[in-house]
């Protein structure tokens, strides 16, 4: 269970991190 937690919270730092930078970028242009 704690594994799987683990995995879930990493899944959403990555989606965070790359949402983030879309927006950065967009916001760039």
Do not use: S, W, Y
């Amino acid at each position: 269970m704690a594994t799987e937690l683990g995995f879930m919270n990493q899944a959403v730092r990555e989606f965070i991190d790359i949402t983030t930078k879309l927006f950065v970028l967009a916001k760039k242009t």
